[in-house]
Structures are given as structure tokens and as C-alpha cells.
């Protein structure tokens, strides 16, 4: 079995620089009942719903992608810990804004994510006019 860093530093590449990347990558990566947490602001479970959570923010950011610079990961048994900092990309390439430091907490189970907590100051999202 892959190393569930490996696992997690795959995921976050896969995530670019398209958009239809991004939401495969939730496919392959989220199991059917997956539950993605963003700490403050939204919930969701499953691939599907974790798609449509990113196209809304996409659609509101004017992104279509994310490039993630890993900072430090760490972990024990199905646990993961990834501090990050995620940059929101631009259909032409540039960055759409300045990155999201975030620190994800990453639940597996049979080589898929079952629980991810994402962590992060969700301030500038609640703003009006924020992604």
C-alpha cells in the first residue's frame, strides 16, 4: 500500500491546472461518503458535493484550479497532517489572489480520503465580494 503522504502529495498535484483536474482528482481521492470540512464555513460528503462546493468557490473567486505548496506533512497510521498554503489559479495561469495558509487533517481508509478538516482563517471568505 502507498504511503498515505504520498497519497495526499499526489492528490494535491493532480489538483491543476485545469479545472476538470481538480474535480477528478476529488473523485479518484474522496471516498462515496467522504466528509469534507472547512472548518467555519461548509461541509459536504462525497466527490460530488465536494465538486460543487469548488465550482461555486471558483465561479466567486474567478479561479479554476489550485496550486498547493506543501509547508510540512506528517503521519501515523491513517492519519494525515498537511500545513500548506494553497494558491487559487486563473484560466489564463496567473494567481488569482495571495495563497491560503491551511493546515488539512486527513482521515483514510482502503487507499481513500474518509474525513478532511481543513483549517484556515475563513474571515476574508465570509466578506462580501471574497472568495
Not at 3 to 23: C, K, M, Q, V, Y
Request: proline fraction near 3%.
Amino acid at each position: 500500500m502507498l504511503d498515505s503522504t504520498i497519497l495526499i502529495r499526489n492528490f494535491f498535484a493532480s489538483w491543476g491546472p485545469a479545472e476538470e483536474n481538480l474535480h477528478r482528482a476529488m473523485h479518484a481521492y474522496l471516498s462515496s461518503d467522504a466528509l469534507w470540512e472547512n472548518i467555519g464555513l461548509v461541509t459536504t460528503k462525497g466527490p460530488d458535493e465536494a465538486v460543487d462546493l469548488l465550482k461555486r468557490f471558483s465561479k466567486k473567486g474567478n479561479f479554476v484550479a489550485f496550486d498547493v505548496e506543501i509547508l510540512n506533512i506528517a503521519a501515523a497510521q491513517n492519519i494525515v497532517f498537511c500545513e500548506r498554503i494553497d494558491h487559487a489559479i486563473r484560466a489564463d495561469g496567473s494567481h488569482a489572489a495571495h495563497g491560503v495558509r491551511v493546515t488539512g487533517v486527513f482521515e483514510f481508509a482502503n487507499g481513500k480520503i474518509v474525513a478532511w478538516r481543513d483549517y484556515f482563517d475563513t474571515a476574508p471568505f465570509l466578506q462580501p465580494n471574497k472568495a
